[in-house]
């Protein structure tokens, strides 16, 4: 089976902290993979590291975009990250219609796109509204929007579901599925364990930095669960 990204070896100290400690997984092109792991397990730091935004102590990060491996390509990945990262003086549309032009969207196309997202996702009357005038429930749909405006080959979705209510976390989900269906891959990291269930083809377990465990969902089904009764985690 074809892989999307590769990651050898991963590891980033904060001083004498080891946040990542050697990790290494391979996405498969098309699934759905969740990076699980309890607070301070070091999900954030891998998925700023695969990004670009942290550079590791040491390990290889190899993406295989279009069939042949490359380096980061920012406009064939798409990021929700943990901080929110829109201007809040700006007003919604502008925010998205910026990171498509970033990303290489064409802007007509774009803004049509746009348009849609915002009302498929109920805030179809605030594309004009400045984002800080938004809840932060609406302010995370609009990043959340952001990350797949400009169709990537692979998102990353990091605590996608925080903060959300049950018919937005439905609504993130059911796109979550429409964008594996379209062909595109996933890697995400969420503590909702019956979200992951529903999403999630194989999961990659982290503490301290360091695997726990990783395989497809169905094959590790169990034993998973038990080492997350066993970090206190869900
Ligand atoms: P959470 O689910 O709480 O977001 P996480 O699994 O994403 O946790 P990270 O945010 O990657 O975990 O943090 C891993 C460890 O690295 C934690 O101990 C955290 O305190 C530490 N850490 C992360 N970023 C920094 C930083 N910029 N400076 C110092 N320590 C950091």
Same mark, same amino acid.
């Given at each position: ?58 390990? %290889? ?15 064939? /990945?798409?990021?929700?990250?943990? %901080? ?60 959340? /929007? ?28 059911? /796109? /979550? ?19 992951? %269930? ?27 669960? %038990? ?8």
């Amino acid at each position: 089976m074809e892989t999307i990204l590769n990651v050898k070896g991963l590891t980033k100290s904060f001083g004498p902290k080891k946040a990542v400690d050697g990790i290494s997984l391979s996405v498969i092109r098309g699934e759905v993979m969740g990076l699980l792991g309890p607070n301070g397990a070091g999900k954030t730091t891998a998925i700023r590291m695969i990004m670009g935004i942290l550079t590791p102590d040491a390990g %290889e990060i190899c993406f295989n975009f279009g069939g042949r491996p490359q380096q980061l390509d920012k406009g064939k /990945i798409g990021y929700l990250p943990e %901080e929110r990262g829109l201007y809040d003086d700006a007003r919604v549309i502008e925010n998205l219609l910026y990171l498509a032009d970033l990303k290489g969207r064409p802007a007509r196309e774009a803004r049509r796109e746009a348009l849609q997202w915002l009302e498929r996702l109920d805030l179809g009357d605030y594309a004009d509204q400045k984002l800080e005038k938004l809840s932060k429930g609406m302010q995370q749909k609009v990043q959340f /929007i952001a990350s797949i405006l400009h169709r990537p080959e692979l998102v990353l979705f990091d605590e996608p579901f925080s903060g959300l209510d049950p018919v937005n976390q439905d609504f993130f989900k059911e /796109i /979550i599925r429409e964008l594996q269906d379209g062909g595109t891959t996933v890697l995400l990291s969420a503590h909702q364990m019956n979200l992951v %269930e529903e999403l999630c083809d194989s999961i990659f377990l982290i503490n301290h930095g360091r695997e726990v465990l990783s395989g497809k969902l169905q094959a590790i089904k169990e034993s998973y669960k %038990e080492h997350l009764v066993e970090l206190r985690y869900n």
